[in-house]
DNA sequence: AATCTTTTCAACCGCCCTTGT
DNA sequence: CACAAGGGCGGTTGAAAAGAT
């Protein structure tokens, strides 16, 4: 019976639009706009159903759709957003102003299937250990984000705007130039190399209970919805690490095992490379190295990548 | 020129979330 | 609280276009 479910007219036309159809719909939503699509067809004169007609004009018909091929911008911005959020196409689209969701899944899978057909020859490089289960959803886009190695700042810039919706974006920098000239007050040092920096006038050092829970000391820095993200000269590039182990002593400090990505994309010891910071997604700021993580900010720990290597 | 194959991409389907009753 | 309608989204389809033989 359910011919087509979301429709209840009698002679509702499917398949391709006629210009005719167009015109109809174009002139309806020029004078009227949209605020209803299920009315849309009726008050147009139209044999479609709403969801129809939206589509058309959103994919189609919208004055300020971009046509045409992709740029090479635009293709890279693609890819690596893609590798950022994976099949989120609507969010893919929305950074990328004219272009649809459904412009973008077609070239992704026309792209992905040009990739596909010439298998890259067995390229079985170290896989990288299993970890934590809490961390285990986020390896995949972790993996995908060394892209960021090879972004200039403005598309990293966009990247990250995607990957965290946030009033405040994670940043990197390197901890060593932070401490440079520190004598004992670590975290005085980096607060003034962060207002320096970046406007931001503290940063919070979360501490642990008994319990292993995590206390958020009340927070009063700038990090709020007007503050801009910080675009610092001395950003490195951000690079995925893996948590292998943590552990709390008893001032409720914790030190983390890690392994991070080198520009050979191999997994490496983060001693070896010991600038890290974390960006506490969940807080909305960031945390020290003792921070305590969760399933919540595992996924948006990220390191920098010392520019000496 | 004709036919077969592959690619492209507009449109559809069903699921799911939100909102309203 | 249940239920329905509307619409957003991602996966999928299949006709048309483009390419190959």
């Given at each position: 019976m359910g011919h087509h479910s979301c429709c209840n007219q009698q002679k509702v036309k499917r398949g391709l639009w006629s210009p005719e159809e167009d015109e109809k719909l174009i002139r309806y939503i020029t004078t009227h706009?949209?605020?209803c699509w299920s009315e849309v067809p009726e008050k147009a004169g139209l044999q479609r159903c709403g969801k129809s007609c939206r589509l058309r004009w959103i994919n189609y018909l919208r004055p300020d759709i971009r046509r045409g091929r992709f740029t090479p911008e635009e293709e890279k911005l693609i890819i690596s957003l893609h590798g950022a959020v994976g099949n989120r196409w609507a969010h893919i689209a929305?950074?990328?102003?004219?272009?649809t969701d459904n412009e973008i899944k077609n070239y992704w899978n026309s792209w992905i299937k040009k990739k596909i057909r010439?298998?890259?020859?067995?390229?079985?490089t170290n896989i990288t250990p299993s970890i934590a289960e809490q961390n285990a959803q986020f390896t995949y886009a972790q993996n995908q984000q060394m892209d960021f190695l090879n972004q200039d700042l403005a598309t990293k810039r966009q990247i990250q705007d995607t990957l965290f919706p946030l009033p405040c974006p994670p940043f990197m920098f390197d901890i060593g130039l932070a401490l440079e000239?520190?004598?004992?007050?670590v975290d005085g040092k980096i607060d003034q190399f962060l207002q320096e920096n970046t406007g931001i006038m503290n940063t919070e050092t979360w501490q642990v209970n008994q319990n292993q829970e995590m206390i958020q000391p009340n927070f009063t820095g700038a990090?709020?919805?007007?503050?801009?993200p910080p675009l610092m000269e001395n950003i490195e590039t951000m690079v995925p690490i893996e948590v292998q182990s943590c552990s709390i002593n008893v001032e409720g400090k914790m030190t983390l095992d890690c392994l991070q990505r080198n520009e050979l994309n191999e997994w490496v010891d983060t001693q070896q490379c010991p600038n890290f910071y974390f960006w506490d997604q969940a807080a909305g700021h960031l945390g020290g190295q003792d921070i305590y993580p969760t399933s919540s900010n595992m996924g948006t720990i990220l390191s920098s990548y010392p520019s000496s290597l």
């Amino acid at each position: 019976m359910g011919h087509h479910s979301c429709c209840n007219q009698q002679k509702v036309k499917r398949g391709l639009w006629s210009p005719e159809e167009d015109e109809k719909l174009i002139r309806y939503i020029t004078t009227h706009g949209y605020g209803c699509w299920s009315e849309v067809p009726e008050k147009a004169g139209l044999q479609r159903c709403g969801k129809s007609c939206r589509l058309r004009w959103i994919n189609y018909l919208r004055p300020d759709i971009r046509r045409g091929r992709f740029t090479p911008e635009e293709e890279k911005l693609i890819i690596s957003l893609h590798g950022a959020v994976g099949n989120r196409w609507a969010h893919i689209a929305s950074h990328l102003p004219g272009r649809t969701d459904n412009e973008i899944k077609n070239y992704w899978n026309s792209w992905i299937k040009k990739k596909i057909r010439k298998p890259s020859s067995a390229s079985s490089t170290n896989i990288t250990p299993s970890i934590a289960e809490q961390n285990a959803q986020f390896t995949y886009a972790q993996n995908q984000q060394m892209d960021f190695l090879n972004q200039d700042l403005a598309t990293k810039r966009q990247i990250q705007d995607t990957l965290f919706p946030l009033p405040c974006p994670p940043f990197m920098f390197d901890i060593g130039l932070a401490l440079e000239g520190a004598n004992g007050n670590v975290d005085g040092k980096i607060d003034q190399f962060l207002q320096e920096n970046t406007g931001i006038m503290n940063t919070e050092t979360w501490q642990v209970n008994q319990n292993q829970e995590m206390i958020q000391p009340n927070f009063t820095g700038a990090l709020d919805s007007n503050c801009l993200p910080p675009l610092m000269e001395n950003i490195e590039t951000m690079v995925p690490i893996e948590v292998q182990s943590c552990s709390i002593n008893v001032e409720g400090k914790m030190t983390l095992d890690c392994l991070q990505r080198n520009e050979l994309n191999e997994w490496v010891d983060t001693q070896q490379c010991p600038n890290f910071y974390f960006w506490d997604q969940a807080a909305g700021h960031l945390g020290g190295q003792d921070i305590y993580p969760t399933s919540s900010n595992m996924g948006t720990i990220l390191s920098s990548y010392p520019s000496s290597l």
